[in-house]
């Protein structure tokens, strides 16, 4: 029933920016961790960004500062706002929802969207 579906990713140069969208159907989001993964080829997946239900956000150490997520209740829409893009930022782009209840540790996220690609040129 919960879908995730993501948008926003493309080809910027390095300094640019970019906003990705994920739209969360089946439940609302307003209940537990959401959150912004990447995996660049040949690498493990990687926590970008990540937002608690209470409100409280948490940014691996290379994107504090240039990335922001947030989210529109209304919409069941969350974001991640991408600014000063740098070439290692290049990666496929996905987010996540653990459910109902869970925290933001990472064996609770179940539900997934397809990916979105973040290319950053030079």
């Known amino acids: 029933q919960v879908r995730l579906v993501e948008s926003g990713g493309g080809s910027v140069q390095a300094g640019g920016s970019l906003r990705l969208a994920c739209v969360i159907s089946?439940?609302?989001?307003?209940?537990?961790?959401m959150a912004w993964f990447r995996q660049a080829p040949g690498k493990e997946r990687e926590g970008v960004a990540f937002?608690?239900?209470?409100?409280?956000?948490g940014y691996t150490h290379s994107v504090k500062g240039r990335f922001t997520i947030s989210q529109d209740n209304a919409k069941n829409t969350l974001y991640l706002q991408m600014n000063s893009l740098k070439p290692e930022d290049t990666a496929m782009y996905y987010c996540?929802?653990?459910?109902?209840?869970?925290?933001?540790?990472?064996?609770?996220?179940?539900?997934w969207g397809q990916g979105t690609q973040v290319t950053v040129s030079s």
């Open positions: 937002l608690a239900g209470y409100g409280s956000t």
């Open positions: 996540a929802t653990t459910a109902r209840g869970r925290d933001c540790s990472i064996g609770n996220f179940g539900y």
């Open positions: 089946g439940y609302t989001s307003n209940s537990y961790c």
